[in-house]
């Protein structure tokens, strides 16, 4: 699957942790003012979360966009969303502050019809992420902790199997089993060896807090944050180096270290990735 980020965010490509220019050509998301969250599987089709948090759907390349309407009531959003490989089922998270609950949706058409697969009260469901097309993860907020549910049966069923009080922002499985979570609380990296049920600190940063975290292999993984917080491990997370390629003012823009983050990492081998940037 092809992952494009669009508008307001900086896409850096790191070759040997140096600095490397792309040719990029915008194109027009749906009316309104903020673009969220991309995927495009081909050059034609694609998916957005924009304005206040509505998913949208190209089918012609972002030359028009057709509005998605997931019944999340009134003032509720979308909070995340996956596409999956055959390029027509689909799980997205939502929440609903004003009537109070979060919600998750399955569309196997392409997002032209949805079902509610789980239905919580005060509970805000932000984030999805699935390891293949059958395992699952979701999480949920009710201040002051986050909830982390898992599926295993493509996102038709969840359970309930971890609370935290560290706000969950994102997960990176390698397998089913093996993972790692991060947090808006201190830096915060943990990792688990059963699937999510039970997880290790192996991070507390001081200042603040992790947006993203992603490993090539066992050992070898980095996690980014506030204050162009950009971290490397090479033994699996128990040990962290910060790294001062997110710091050069040729690569964030040159803001004070509190106003800007790393928001989001991938990298295909030890020495070339990619991080956005952005406003904390």
């Known amino acids: 699957m092809k992952k494009i980020i669009f508008k307001t965010l900086i896409l850096i490509l790191f070759a040997n942790y140096g600095f490397s220019q792309t040719n ?52 509720g959003k979308v909070g995340n969303f996956h596409l999956f490989e055959d390029s027509t089922t689909l799980i997205a998270t939502g929440l609903n502050y004003t ?10 058409d392409g997002g032209e019809n949805w079902e509610i697969k789980l239905e919580l009260d005060l509970r805000y469901f932000k984030g999805v992420y ?20 898992r599926t295993d049966d493509q996102g038709e069923t969840w359970t309930e199997i971890y609370i935290t009080s560290k706000k969950l922002m994102n997960l990176f499985f390698l397998d089913e089993n093996v993972g790692w979570r991060c947090s808006r609380a201190g830096g915060h990296v943990a990792k688990t060896e059963d699937g999510g049920y039970t ?22 993984g980095f996690a980014a944050g506030d204050g162009r917080a950009f971290l490397k491990t090479m033994d699996g997370g128990a040990n962290w180096e910060s790294l001062s390629s997110a ?30 940037g952005g406003p904390c």
């Open 99 to 108: 009537q109070e609950y979060g919600r998750i949706f399955k569309s196997t």
């Open 130 to 149: 699935f390891l293949n097309q059958t395992v699952g993860w979701a999480w949920s907020e009710k201040y002051p902790n986050s909830y982390l549910y």
């Open 24 to 75: 990029w050509q915008e194109i027009t998301g749906p009316p309104g003012s903020s673009l969220n969250r991309v995927y495009f599987y081909d050059e034609l089709n694609g998916y957005v979360i924009a304005n206040e948090s509505k998913l949208y759907r190209t089918i012609n390349g972002a030359q028009s966009w057709i509005y998605l309407n997931i019944d999340m009531g009134s003032g």
């Open 247 to 276: 710091n050069d003012p040729g690569i964030l823009p040159p803001e004070s270290a509190t106003d800007w983050a790393v928001l989001d990492i991938h990298f295909i081998d030890e020495n070339v990735g990619w991080i956005i």
């Open 199 to 220: 997880w290790v600190d192996q991070l507390n940063a001081s200042g603040g807090g992790m947006n993203d975290v992603f490993f090539l292999d066992d050992q070898l």
